[in-house]
């Protein structure tokens, strides 16, 4: 079996091994960034390119040092790389310094040191639920990349580890980047403005009033070079189903969407339908995006007829506060030219429709689309929705005619974020939570709501 470890060797010669403890592998710290109150990562077992994403950028309150903990292997050296590129970079390079220990008790050395106050995680999510608790438990925050947790077993365990963080006062949060996509953005203020959008339909089974579907590709451009992926990440027992992964941004954006700053329960969750199906991987393809020539022995339960098969995809209708609402995702394997990861949305109000489209019409960026449906003249509506869009926290956004019933909301670059460039966002925000020492009171019933919401699916689907 050929691996991208060998072709990583190199970078072993920059950073520690084994128990001969941690060595700094770049960059200089800087003395005078040191105080009681400054923030200090702790990079665990980063097998996803989103850890590197966080250290896109530098934080004026975070250290420079960051502390790595991982198990040998070439995940972690790509982590390393991909942090270098940053610090190397022409234009705005950060200056992380990463201190690395590869020992075998590379997570109970993590919790022995405390080297830093806040915990990272982004990698292989079947230990995801463990990490999270222990490190809650040994009183360290947590910023966590989706999913915090992949099979409904796990589900106490994180609204125990919930609850020991705020018995501790520290923070447990997860990273919801499309919170900062401003097209969702959009969509979430006009469905608050009565004059334009009534209110929110009901729906229906058949018809929700709600409906968010992601499109995702297995090999894609990251930072500017091709991603390759880890060979457990084809492995749902390690990834987890599509039905629990990239979902957990959609129940999120729902939730936050339909109702801003609410306290939501599990009580306000019924699940009505799930379904799951596989997306089948050739050898050639596994190889084109892994480095791996053989589909590796913990995937053989997952091969048939010489593919892989992949459950990366999964539908879920359900109801939250009596709305219906639907959630879908699908993985393929490349991206058409010129495309990349796809994200389409609709909400039906009682008097438009609010659509995100992002196919090649809108040249594969998001898109949105307000639909009179209602039968006002188009006159009056473009009126009305000018006028609520001139005092929104926008400015030069533009409504534009595409048919007798359809308006588009032509966005200003300047307020065009790239899904890379929302992680530092994500981060900020988290370091201002961290600054005031609580999340808002809706965040955490929130995040518990969610991971009930794709967990049940799941449980359903199966």
């Known amino acids: 079996m050929k691996k991208l470890f060998l072709l990583l060797l190199p970078a072993l010669i920059i950073t520690s091994c084994g ?41 004026d309150q975070v250290s420079p040092d960051v502390h790595v903990y991982a198990p040998e292997g070439p995940d972690y050296l790509q982590h390393l790389d991909r942090i270098k590129s940053y610090n190397s970079r022409p234009a705005s390079p950060t200056s992380w310094n990463e201190i690395v220990y590869t020992g075998s008790d590379f997570f109970e050395k993590m919790l022995a040191d405390k080297a830093g106050n806040v915990v990272i995680l982004s990698g292989n999510n079947r230990k995801k639920a463990e990490y999270i608790t222990k ?23 994180l609204k125990a580890a919930f609850a020991t963080a705020k018995e501790k006062g520290i923070l447990l949060y997860d990273i919801m980047t499309e919170r900062y996509e401003v097209t969702t953005i959009l969509q979430k203020l006009l469905s608050q403005k009565a004059e334009v959008f009534g209110t929110l339909m009901t729906g229906s089974k058949e018809d929700p009033a709600v409906t968010k579907v992601s499109v995702h590709h297995f090999s894609k451009i990251v930072s500017g070079s091709p991603v390759l992926r880890p060979a457990w990440f084809f492995d749902v027992e390690q990834q987890g189903e599509g039905i629990v992964d990239v979902t957990t941004h959609l129940v999120d954006l729902i939730q936050w969407e339909c109702f801003p700053e609410q306290i939501l329960s599990i009580d306000d969750i019924t699940m009505v339908a799930a379904k799951r199906w596989p997306t089948l991987i050739s050898q050639e393809e596994f190889k084109g995006v ?19 098969n992949v459950f990366s995809n999964g539908e879920m209708v359900y109801q939250i506060k009596g709305i219906f609402a639907k959630v879908s995702v699908e993985w393929k394997y490349q991206a058409p030219p010129g495309g990349g990861d796809t994200h389409y949305s609709i909400m039906h109000g009682t008097k438009c429709d609010l659509i995100i489209k992002q196919g090649a019409e809108e040249k594969f960026l998001p898109t949105l689309y307000v639909e009179n449906i209602k039968g006002i003249t188009m006159n009056d509506f473009t009126t009305k929705l000018k006028e609520v869009i001139g005092v929104l926290p926008y400015d030069s956004i533009q409504v534009e005619s595409v048919n007798k019933n359809m308006l588009k909301i032509s966005i200003p670059k300047k307020y065009r974020v790239t899904h890379e460039d929302h992680f530092g966002q994500v981060t900020a925000k988290f370091l201002e939570y961290l600054k005031d020492g609580k999340l808002p009171e809706w965040e955490v019933p929130g995040m518990i709501t969610k991971y009930y919401t794709t967990t049940s699916a799941l449980k359903k689907a199966r």
Not at 40 to 53: E, Q, R
Not at 138 to 154: F, Q, S, Y
Not at 290 to 308: A, E, M, R
């Open 19 to 59: 128990s001969g403890g941690p060595k700094q592998q770049s960059g200089k710290s800087d003395a005078s960034m040191e105080n009681a109150n400054q923030v200090k990562l702790i990079t665990v077992d980063p097998g996803h390119f989103h850890a590197a994403l966080v250290q896109k950028i530098m934080y």
């Open 135 to 157: 490190s809650i438990n040994a009183g360290l925050n947590v910023l966590a990349d989706k999913p915090m947790i992949i099979t409904p077993e796990d589900f106490p365990a």
């Open 290 to 308: 892994t480095g791996f020539d053989n589909f590796p022995d913990y995937l053989q339960k997952d091969v048939k007829d010489g593919k892989l």
